[in-house]
């Protein structure tokens, strides 16, 4: 979990998302029929709601140690904050591009006669 302590050890909520994640990808690569094919999906999966997330608070500094409680008045992020909404960015630009490849050999399969 990221919090603003830094990294921590997961919480149920998080192994519940991580194997809803991991079901995706299971259920669309056999959907598919290839590994790799439900993979972007589930680059998405976490990759756009940590980015939606994330963006908001870019501007907020990194929280100290030892720091007061966060209210409406003081707000901070953990440390590392801005690497992670960089790789996030990164995941959506790369899941984008393997949706872009599914799509298209999806088209050149319809395009296809049947034979």
Same mark, same amino acid.
Do not use: K
């Given at each position: 979990? !990221?919090?603003? $302590?830094g990294l921590r050890e997961p919480n149920a909520l998080v192994w519940a998302g991580l194997v809803s994640i991991g079901l995706l990808t299971a259920i669309t690569s056999r959907a598919e029929g290839h590994l !790799? =094919?439900? *993979?972007?999906?589930?680059?998405?999966?976490? $990759?756009?709601?940590?980015?939606? !997330? +994330?963006?908001?608070?870019? #501007?907020?500094? %990194? /929280?100290? %140690?030892?720091?007061? %409680? *966060?209210?409406? &008045?003081? +707000? /901070?992020?953990? %440390?590392?904050?801005? $690497? *992670?909404?960089?790789?996030?960015?990164? *995941?959506? #630009? &790369?899941?984008?591009? #393997?949706? $872009?490849?599914?799509?298209?050999?999806?088209? =050149?399969?319809? #395009?296809?006669?049947?034979?």
């Amino acid at each position: 979990m !990221f919090t603003s $302590a830094g990294l921590r050890e997961p919480n149920a909520l998080v192994w519940a998302g991580l194997v809803s994640i991991g079901l995706l990808t299971a259920i669309t690569s056999r959907a598919e029929g290839h590994l !790799f =094919a439900g *993979l972007w999906v589930s680059v998405l999966a976490f $990759a756009l709601p940590v980015t939606l !997330f +994330s963006l908001p608070r870019l #501007g907020d500094p %990194p /929280c100290p %140690p030892d720091h007061p %409680p *966060l209210t409406q &008045l003081y +707000s /901070c992020v953990f %440390p590392g904050y801005a $690497a *992670l909404l960089g790789l996030a960015l990164v *995941l959506v #630009g &790369l899941g984008l591009v #393997g949706a $872009a490849f599914d799509l298209r050999a999806l088209l =050149a399969r319809a #395009g296809r006669p049947a034979n």
